[in-house]
């Protein structure tokens, strides 16, 4: 069965604080998208990584993969409450777009 | 600017009705999706195309169909629409493994 795992579920942090978001994937995959959804919008792409060792970074938020491990990691650096959101990982098992997404990780940035 | 619209934004339906979800792209992308995005599930494949005339079906097709008359519509129906259909519907399109692009979202209510 073909799975995306993120951990934790649920992550409530202090502003400025640095914190790490998992996603781990059942089998071989080099291809991973990483999203954030505000209450009640859409989705918006952030990082794509395409292949073993990649690494990208925007702003406050890194992203990288290992795709030996089947782990992508989203680490937030100093954190800011714009960055408040739902973040899912996905996974392009097959190379034909057809994703397979983790339940995601809501995060709460607290003054 | 080129865009992805969805609509209805907001739909109340009985159960039974048939209902019909449109999809609009104006950046002549050739790949479009259709997503279910339900609490503890993350966003789950109903169906996609590759292009005109081409569909396929996801992870959780039963009770929907798409056609693919042009490139920039998949209209996503729900044949005779059930409690278990209520969900919040998104549509995306992609040009060929870049990222996926989300519309706003259709909030669907089976009655």
């Known amino acids: 069965e073909l799975k995306v795992e993120q951990n934790p579920l649920f992550l409530s942090m202090q502003e400025g604080k640095n914190y790490t978001i998992y996603c781990n994937y059942s089998?071989?995959?080099?291809?991973l998208y990483w999203y954030r959804q505000d209450p009640g919008k859409s989705l918006e792409s952030l990082f794509v990584l395409l292949s073993n060792g990649a690494v990208k970074q925007e702003g406050r938020l890194m992203a990288s993969l290992d795709t030996k491990a089947r782990l992508s990691t989203l680490h937030i650096t100093a954190a800011v409450h714009d960055l408040s959101a739902t973040y899912f990982c996905a996974v392009d098992y097959f190379g034909n777009e057809k994703l397979t997404f983790g339940t995601g990780t809501r995060l709460t940035i607290i003054p | 600017d080129a865009e992805i619209t969805q609509s209805p934004r907001h739909k109340i339906t009985e159960t039974g009705r048939q209902v019909t979800l449109a999809c609009h792209q104006t950046?002549?992308?050739?790949?479009m999706f259709w997503y279910r995005q339900d609490l503890g599930h993350g966003l789950r494949l109903i169906h996609y195309?590759?292009?005109?005339?081409?569909?396929n079906k996801g992870e959780v097709s039963d009770g929907y169909s798409v056609s693919r008359s042009n490139t920039e519509d998949l209209p996503l129906t729900l044949e005779s629409a059930a409690s278990s259909q209520t969900s919040v519907y998104f549509c995306?399109?992609?040009?060929?493994?870049?990222?996926?692009?989300f519309g706003p979202g259709t909030r669907l209510l089976v009655l």
């Open positions: 995306a399109s992609s040009d060929n493994q870049e990222t996926q692009y």
């Open positions: 089998t071989t995959s080099d291809r």
């Open positions: 950046w002549n992308h050739n790949n």
């Open positions: 195309s590759y292009g005109v005339h081409d569909t």
